[in-house]
Structure formats: C-alpha cells, structure tokens
C-alpha cells in the first residue's frame, strides 16, 4: 500500500514516521539501483552531487531534495516509463513488484556458491532477461579443424530463481548455467556436464524487447591433452521463440542439439568468419590491429529485431 504524507513533521509520531519514511526510501532506492544496473558512484557522476551524499540517501540518514528525487525519478523512468515520483513512497514489496519482480527472490540465495550482488543479478535479469529467451545458435571457430567453424545451439529461458537458464549442447556434450545481463554486458556462468569442465563468456549486452544475435568471448579448456585454457570469439543468433510448453520446449532444443556442430565448408558468411578470426599480438598491433583478443563494442554485431541476422538456413 502506498503512504501518500508529507515528511515535515513536528510530534514524536510524526517523527517516527519521518525515519520510518527516509528509511523506506533508501530501500528502494538500492532496489532502484540495481534495477538500472547502476552503481551509487555513477549515480552520484550521473546528478553530480558527491558520492558521501548519494551514501547518506542509500544508509536512510538523509533523503534527496524534491529537485534530486525527480532526477532519480527520470532515471527509473529510462527503464520503467510508467514510473512516477508518488511510487517512492511504496512499501518496499510493493516497489519490487513495479519492477516485475518476486521481492522474495531478492531475499534468496542460490543454492552452491555465494555470489555477492545475487540480489542484482535477479533484478536485471527479471528487467531485461525476457529479450534473450529463445533458441540461438553460436558460430566460433573450430579447435579441431583449422580454418573451420563449429555451431552449438542454445535454449535461454527463465528458471525458478528468476535468472536465464542456459541449456546449450552439440554432438552428444551439454553444457548447463546461467546468461546474466548486467550493464551492458551479458555473462555467461555454465559448466559441461559431460565432461565436467567449467566455461565462462562475455558478450556485448543489447536493449530493446527482442535481442536476435550477440558476441563476445568464451573462455573454455582446449580438447589437447593438457586441456589448456583456451580464450575464442562467438557470434550467437536467434533460430526461434520459445512456446511455454517446457515439454516441446525442451524436444526442439534436442532436435537442434543433435545437428552436426561442424558447418559445412562455405556456409558461415565471409564477414562473420572475420568477425570470428583475425590476427592479434605485438605484430597487429603495430600495423593498426590488436594487441589484445577483444571483441568491443564499436565492432559488434549484437542486433535486435530491426535487423535480418537469421542464419539462411532457417530462413522460409
């Protein structure tokens, strides 16, 4: 229930309600926050008040302006239009639900490692998370087969925690974990648990109501003997929606799963293969290229549904 009541108060009770107010506010204010993937040092760059003060909004021992409250207003409203100023003053369950989120997920941790910011991963997974559910397929190159490409199909959809479940596999090896929008990131925390390995990516995170294709790099254990970590570029695009039948859900992940994960010789186009591979070291690098393996923004091919990234072979 939301309190519509002015915080200038003169009684004892008055005063309670004042703390009891400026308390409510701060907790919403953190849920704010990590809605917008934003830290309390970029909020305070972002009004250009000091970060001292920004700390004092977010302990409860003081409450912004009516001028700041209608800026911090403006950037809740960048990822919630509807959201209007009166909505502060929400208790604190009520606020999470603005935001379409479970305030009891918040509270819980998941099961295994304790991850620090659990409670913001959720929050930006319920906010941007529904754009990445569907069936991808990714296109890296090969560690086998030099000059070749390899595809794995994927499945992103929301579990019970409220963060997107990966299900990823190709030739008999499945790989299972999470797809985590943080920022302008996506990141990827999956194990195989075929061969018992972990694997790790980042990719360049989109906006919008429907992502249809990402990149980024894999961190993975190379199939030598030694198994040496090995750092490789992915392109990922969308092959199809989910239905919401878990059952047929899951049946066409396999169909696509069971696909030979070797790309038959000139299928993946000539920009994605050198977009995939490209020269990197003190060499490139003094000739203009990279010193680095990166895969940044300014050269993404991260796309929403405006652009045509459907691989041909699934085009009607």
Request: hydrophobic share 40%.
């Amino acid at each position: 229930m939301s309190v519509r009541r002015s915080v200038t108060f003169g009684g004892d009770a008055d005063s309670r309600f004042a703390v009891q107010m400026i308390s409510m506010f701060s907790e919403n204010l953190r849920l704010a926050l990590k809605m917008i993937s934003m830290t309390s040092a970029q909020l305070a760059a972002e009004l250009g008040t000091h970060k001292s003060v920004v700390s004092r909004w977010l302990n409860g021992s003081v409450q912004p302006t009516p001028h700041n409250i209608s800026r911090l207003t403006a950037l809740v409203q960048t990822q919630v239009k509807e959201f209007r100023i009166l909505d502060w003053e929400r208790e604190p369950v009520a606020f999470a639900e603005l935001f379409g989120v479970n305030p009891g997920t918040l509270k819980h941790k998941a099961p295994g490692l304790p991850i620090a910011i659990w409670d913001q991963m959720v929050a930006t997974s319920a906010l941007r998370g529904k754009a990445y559910e569907g069936f991808f397929r990714s296109t890296r190159p090969s560690p086998t087969h030099p000059g070749r490409f390899v595809h794995d199909h994927g499945m992103i959809r929301r579990d019970e925690n409220g963060l997107m479940r990966l299900t990823m596999g190709s030739a008999g090896t499945v790989v299972e974990g999470w797809m985590i929008p943080l920022h302008n990131q996506l990141y990827c925390i999956a194990a195989d648990v075929t061969g018992g390995t972990l694997l790790f990516g980042i990719f360049n995170g989109l906006g919008g109501s429907q992502v249809n294709a990402f990149d980024g790099l894999c961190l993975i254990t190379g199939s030598d003997l030694g198994r040496a970590p090995t750092a490789t570029p992915m392109f990922c695009e969308r092959v199809g929606v989910l239905t919401g039948d878990r059952a047929i859900d899951d049946a066409r992940w396999n169909e696509l799963a069971a696909q030979n994960p070797v790309a038959p010789e000139g299928s993946v186009p000539e920009h994605i293969q050198k977009h995939l591979v490209r020269d990197i070291g003190p060499t490139p690098f003094g000739l203009g290229g990279d010193l680095l393996l990166a895969l940044p923004l300014a050269r993404s091919l991260s796309r929403g549904p405006d652009f045509d990234t459907q691989p041909k072979t699934e085009r009607s």
